[in-house]
């Protein structure tokens, strides 16, 4: 009896929140001696995983902006910066971000953009034949469905985080990239910040022996942000919330998790020898979010989905555990926790960034050895030193030090470099997938979990079978003499864009028509679009002529 009332209130608190986006109509999941076990969908026929997926080299990589809010811009002016990149077409819901984005380009000097703007205007975008990669910076409840038009229409995709809200979107993204063979990368800058590189590279040659627990973590208040989020006019914000804080108090579960799981997940090897089989979650009441949209709307908050602090654990297939926090609410400071706890050393990056090894942990390792190393300690600044410096990311020896000036501590560059190497280089994609999908999973599963009172629920296996055919987590890289010669070519089309922009007054002529426009003249801006079409075609010629 007791059994039957517990399945039946689960369920109803299922049936309650499936509306949520966080839960998917379509998984399906039974109980198992308490255990919520959720299903594999079997692979489509024709289907096959993009483990190592590689794609034709692209010598100039192509790109379109879809998103240009808080962190669209950022990104089209860090692409600004990487040789071979043509930026085709900017677009936003309201033409005005578009074009203030448009400026980047301008200021240096290459070719103006093509701009889009309302709500479907992404799809003409997706439909150009000039473009190789969509890179998608919108709101959260746009990441998907301009991320499924793009690959529908062949392209490559870059999407910011969360990329995925639930598990139906995993499985379709999933689908997508195998079907159509094109990368669907995750954009988790956090995987390149410089604590979390070196760590990796110490983890992979076994400076911490074997790494049993890790733990990661988004802890930032967000009380000056709320109001900066876009409201969209589609989104029914009777109460004025804008789209993040109305999208937490719908929905329950670890909804920004990839900040802190996917750096400690690429040193666990996760569906590279290791995957994530069950959680359990459990939140907080709301007390932060209820009163800030008590505030806001002047009424009762009377439901609130989202805790204040959601904790998830997580347990491999080879017995590791990994703990990851979310607390966008308490008044705390930024935190993304990322410890690794091995059977030979301790690293932690918060609040100061510390190892602790045993006097065992370097031998063999070719690092300097030292006196009276111990894991009782942390290591005194010297020993730190000369770790670090033994240890230092070849990405980030390449990409680091640009990569600071590109302002957000530098990792965002770098991430943007990788992606744009590994594109022209024809090279697997530091991200594929499968890590999108597993990161981005937390938030419904842990739902489903949190809405059963925190009973365990199995991770389904997004490689379908094969998550342990890889051995271990690893960057590509394209032999010396062949990377030159890509660099060497991407830096001759940056420069023939530049030339080719000035010497056809590309921006004048822009300007031109801008104005046109403004003064709603249609004999002037007929005119001036004409002149202006002449000169953009004029110029690519010339830049292709140098390709």
Not at 68 to 75: D, E, F, I, N
Not at 129 to 152: C, G, Q, R, T
Not at 513 to 529: C, G, M, Q, R
């Amino acid at each position: 009896m007791k059994i039957k009332s517990f399945l039946m209130a689960a369920l109803a608190a299922f049936s309650l929140s499936a509306s949520a986006q966080s839960l998917s109509p379509g998984t399906k999941w039974h109980w198992d001696k308490g255990t919520i076990v959720v299903e594999t969908p079997e692979r489509p026929a024709g289907q096959q995983n993009v483990l190592g997926l590689t794609a034709p080299k692209l010598k100039t990589v192509r790109v379109g902006f879809v998103g240009l809010g808080m962190r669209g811009p950022w990104a089209v002016m860090r692409f600004c910066h990487i040789p071979g990149v043509e930026i085709v077409a900017l677009c936003d819901y309201e033409e005005a971000r578009a074009e203030k984005s448009q400026e980047y380009l301008r200021k240096q000097g290459l070719k103006p953009a093509d701009i889009y703007s309302g709500e479907k205007g992404y799809e003409a975008l997706c439909k150009r034949s000039d473009i190789d990669l969509v890179y998608i910076a919108a709101d959260w409840n746009h990441h998907f469905p301009v991320a499924k038009f793009a690959m529908e229409n062949g392209k490559h995709t870059a999407i910011e985080v969360p990329s995925a809200m639930n598990l139906d979107q995993c499985w379709s993204l999933i689908n997508l990239s195998e079907q159509t063979r094109k990368h669907c990368f995750i954009l988790e800058n956090c995987c390149y910040d410089y604590y979390e590189m070196n760590a990796l590279a110490m983890a992979q040659d076994g400076v911490f022996g074997d790494i049993i627990r890790a733990e990661g973590a988004y802890i930032h208040c967000l009380e000056d942000f709320w109001d900066a989020y876009w409201k969209d006019p589609a989104d029914n914000d009777k109460d004025n919330l804008h789209w993040r804080m109305k999208y937490n108090m719908e929905n329950r579960g670890d909804v920004y998790p990839t900040h802190g799981l996917g750096p400690v997940a690429q040193c666990l090897n996760i569906h590279r020898g290791d995957r994530f089989t069950t959680l359990v979650a459990m939140d907080t009441e709301s007390f932060v979010g209820k009163d800030w949209v008590k505030n806001k709307s002047g009424k009762e908050c009377k439901e609130f989905r989202n805790g204040d602090h959601t904790t998830t654990l997580m347990r491999t297939a080879k017995g590791k555990v990994v703990e990851i926090q979310h607390n966008v609410m308490t008044p705390q400071p930024y935190n993304r926790l990322f410890k690794l706890t091995g059977t030979k050393g301790y690293a932690t990056k918060y609040p100061t960034e510390e190892f602790a090894l045993s006097g065992e942990a370097l031998k063999g390792t070719g690092a300097p050895q030292m006196d009276n190393l111990n894991a009782h300690g942390f290591m005194n600044k010297e020993q730190k030193e000369a770790l670090i410096k033994k240890y230092y990311h070849p990405i980030l020896k390449k990409y680091g030090e640009l990569g600071r000036q590109m302002g957000h501590g530098g990792m965002d560059f770098i991430m943007d470099s990788r992606l744009v190497y590994c594109l022209q280089n024809g090279l697997p994609l530091d991200m594929d997938v499968y890590d999108l999908a597993e990161w981005c999973s937390l938030a419904e599963l842990g739902a489903l979990s949190m809405d059963n009172n925190s009973a365990a629920v199995t991770f389904p296996d997004f490689t379908r079978g094969f998550w342990n055919k890889q051995d271990g987590y690893k960057h590509q890289y394209a032999a010396p003499e062949a990377e030159a010669a890509t660099e060497a070519a991407a830096a001759a089309y940056t420069k023939s864009q530049k030339e080719a922009t000035a010497k056809f007054k590309l921006w004048n002529l822009y300007d031109a028509v801008a104005a046109a426009k403004k003064a709603n003249n249609a004999k002037a801006l007929k005119s001036a679009t004409a002149k202006y079409n002449k000169a953009v075609a004029a110029a690519k010629k010339a830049m292709n002529a140098r390709k």
